[in-house]
């Protein structure tokens, strides 16, 4: 039974980026595999939102900066840009990382949040990358502005850097009250 999206429903789109698939500067093992499920979704949500990690040089989540990442996702670069096959039209885009002090995991502020309330969203639905790092924080902060979240586990990946991180962020995020469900 594939997932049914609710007229209130919003879909969020985290980060499916060519830094984050295979070849990327931190690409997610089979991260481009999540492309396919997301364009089959999107279309039956009323409300889809596009995250994209937008960093300027000297991030501080970069190695050289004494962060954990290497450099990745320079707003406007190749890598920055959505997977090429992505084909997703958005209602409401999030550019997150700007500020070089934060690490820019989440997808969630508050213009997102007024967005979704002018829209009558009460359910958000999070995609995406990597699940372990911005899925995670998304749909927690989601989930903590009082949203009924959902996490749909085929369409997303972990970057697992420790092995078992994804499996410890769905446990995370069960505990928080975010539901896991299956886009097919
Ligand atoms: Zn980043």
Redesign the pocket.
Known sequence: MAFQPQPDDALVVVDVQNDFCPGGA?GVPDGDQVVPVINQLAPRFATVVVTQ?S?PAG?S?FVEQGGP?PV??LEGAHGWELHPELDVQADFNVYK?RDREL???TGWNAELAEFLRKRGVHRVVVTGLALDY?VKATALDARAAGHETVVLTDATRPVDVQPGDGKRALDELRQAGVREDTAA
């Open positions: 931190l990690d960093h991030h989540s990442w990745h996702c990382g690490d820019g995991y911005c």
